[in-house]
């Protein structure tokens, strides 16, 4: 691939990707990129989850961190999918009444709302908080509340559109057989609130994480693919199709720094699968960083065996520039079609390419076509 076929970001940096800086005056760049809004208490672990996902900090020296005291914001750049605003929003700070910070454009246009709740302390204060911060969304008529047929939005006539994401956080303190238990118990208590303290009918997910597992990567990838719902479905098809023409059991696209995917196939759900993928780019960025400072570039492939107790599986990666990566996992007994294998792994790169183009060309189009493999 050359350098010529992908256009990076001017504010990419090749190593973390990141340009940080403090709350400033209006920048119209960053006020038409989507946008990550971290909110929660005090406390909760929001600049944990920004500072290892979005930092590459190590999770064991989060509890080093300062509580945050005024407003954070990343430019994040690592790919032009991954291209986004993160803000870090200060717990004592309120929504509603606090004057300090100008919410106005931090949630227009495109928006992801990651509400943070620490599972180890009582959550009924950090609820109560966060329908504060939603019935003031919903007087704006900012909530992608959209679903509900008893209460139709017009889509087109919307400047902003804000889905909302409850983090169950640190929830590496607690028994595994405990976790569903909690999640069940939080999401429903924030549902009655909503309903009937608030009467709201809000679509939002739930997810169990912690900076200590994968499972923040896992949530975080969740949130990237609604800030590009319009391109998933063409990322989706083309996974899949290459997935069902190699015999493949999983494909993703994920990014190499971030560790989170892009997109997935169809029938992918398997979070220890996911895990072993993380594990795996790991380790090949570690090997390969000893005998070069850039470890991808654009023949970057590898092929790696995964010995099971009955079966042997193999992991394929293919580098497709941009700090994007394919992961492909199948029976070692589908190599024997290798060629084949290689052929619609280029085709499938070629089909990213076309995506990519098209996306730097026209970034707010709704729906892209790419040429999926053969």
């Known amino acids: 691939m050359d350098d010529d076929d992908l256009a990076v970001p001017s504010s990419y940096n090749q190593h973390s990707g990141l340009v940080g800086v403090e709350q400033s005056g209006y920048d119209a760049k960053i006020d038409t990129k989507p946008k990550i809004v971290l909110m929660g208490m005090r406390r909760s672990g929001k600049s944990s989850i920004r500072n290892v996902v979005f930092h590459k900090m190590p999770a064991n020296e989060t509890m080093f961190l300062e509580s945050t005291t005024k407003l954070q914001q990343d430019d994040v750049s690592r790919t032009c999918f991954m291209d986004y605003v993160v803000y870090d929003v200060p717990g004592q700070l309120d929504l509603v009444t606090d004057s300090a910070i100008d919410y106005t454009n931090m949630f227009e246009g495109r928006c ?29 008529n900012k909530l992608d509340n959209t679903i509900f047929d008893d209460r139709p939005v017009d889509r087109s006539a919307r400047q902003t559109n804000v889905s909302v994401f409850v983090f169950i956080h640190k929830v590496d303190g607690l028994p595994d057989d405990q976790r ?62 290459l997935k069902t023409t190699c015999c493949m059991d999983t494909t993703l696209l994920m990014d190499v720094s971030a560790k989170c995917y892009i997109a997935k196939d169809n029938d992918f759900n398997d979070h220890n699968k996911y895990e072993m993928c993380c594990d ?24 790696v065996i995964l010995q099971h107790v009955t079966t042997q599986e193999v992991m394929l990666t293919k580098y497709l520039g941009n700090n994007l990566i394919l992961v492909c996992l199948l029976q070692e007994s589908c190599l024997k079609d290798r060629g084949i294998i290689n052929q619609n792994i280029r085709q499938f790169a070629q089909g990213i390419r076309q995506v990519l183009e098209v996306q730097v060309e026209k970034p707010a189009l709704g729906k892209i076509e790419g040429s999926p493999p053969r």
């Open 112 to 140: 992801a709302l990651i509400y943070v709740i620490d599972v180890l302390e009582d959550y009924r204060q950090a609820v109560e908080k966060l329908i504060q911060i939603l019935t003031t969304l919903d007087r704006q």
């Open 180 to 241: 569903e238990e909690a999640q069940k118990m939080i999401e429903k208590y924030i549902r009655d609130e909503l309903l009937h303290s608030a009467e709201i009918r809000l679509n939002f997910k739930t997810w169990l994480t912690s900076v200590y597992e994968y499972t923040i990567f896992h949530a975080l990838s969740d949130v990237n693919e609604k800030l590009i719902d319009y391109l998933v479905p063409t990322f989706e098809d083309l996974l899949h199709r």
């Open 280 to 303: 795996m780019l790991d380790l090949y960025t570690d090997i390969a960083t000893i005998y070069s400072q850039q470890p991808y570039d654009d023949e970057s492939y590898s092929c």
